[in-house]
């Protein structure tokens, strides 16, 4: 039996992991739909909580717009909180959490895992793709200019450019991947819990792959 049998009744518990613009936001809603879990994205936290004015998110907005990591334990403060929620019960994706060791440690404390699916996509690639990203502010839909020309989402809400998929973030943020996050891929790939994803193609063929791996 695979994966999908075993845990689905009980709520899997995922992490996907992957560099900025890997494609994990979009993944995460596919596999949401399809599995019936939550989806928890950190960065999407910490942007509601920077539109909402709280102390957390004026704090973190220092962090984000420079493209560098908010600080162990002001995410873990606000995932546990998250995770003692009752819609979590059902299971869920961690998108973007963990990012670090140290996270990645505190998790284990709490959570037993199912799987860590990490998105595997080339440097050129993730330069393009978050180049074009456009954002819907109302409901959170990731479109990208090369397939998606309008400026208007479908709600009606108007698409912007995260400030910090501007060039120079990016590649910060690359660098604060391959310093603090890459080294999840050999730590999950030891306990067993790491299934590699080829992250290139379009959403879809990435969703086919990914319900494979956990199939039978
Ligand atoms: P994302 O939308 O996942 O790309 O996250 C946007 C930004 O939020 C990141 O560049 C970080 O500044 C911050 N962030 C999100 N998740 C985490 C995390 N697990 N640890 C530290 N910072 C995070």
């Known amino acids: 039996q695979g994966l999908f049998e075993l845990r689905k009744g009980d709520g899997m518990r995922l992490v996907l992991l992957g560099p900025p613009g890997a494609g994990k936001g979009t993944q995460a809603a596919l596999m949401c739909r399809r599995l019936g879990l939550l989806h928890i994205s950190t960065g999407d936290m910490l942007r ?37 929620e009752p819609e979590c019960e ?3 994706i961690l998108d973007g959490f963990p990012r670090t060791l140290v996270q990645a440690d505190a998790l284990a404390q709490f959570v037993e895992l199912d799987a860590v699916i990490y998105l595997e996509v080339p440097f050129e690639i993730i330069i393009k793709r978050i180049s074009g990203r456009r954002r819907c502010p109302k409901c959170g839909v990731i479109y990208h200019t090369s397939h998606y020309e309008k400026s208007t989402c479908s709600c009606g809400g108007l698409l912007y450019q995260r400030e910090d998929d501007k060039l120079e973030t990016v590649k ?45």
């Open 48 to 84: 509601q909580e920077l539109q909402a004015k709280t102390e957390l998110g004026l704090k973190a907005h220092a962090y984000i717009e420079k493209g560098e990591l908010v600080p162990d334990s002001i995410i873990l403060d606000m995932v546990r909180a998250k995770l003692e």
């Open 90 to 92: 059902n299971g869920y």
């Open 172 to 216: 910060n943020r690359l660098a604060v991947y391959e310093a603090e996050t890459r080294p999840l891929i050999a730590y999950y790939s030891q306990k067993g819990l790491l299934r590699t994803v080829d992250g290139e193609g379009t959403p879809e063929e990435v969703d086919a792959r990914i319900a494979a791996l956990l199939e039978p």
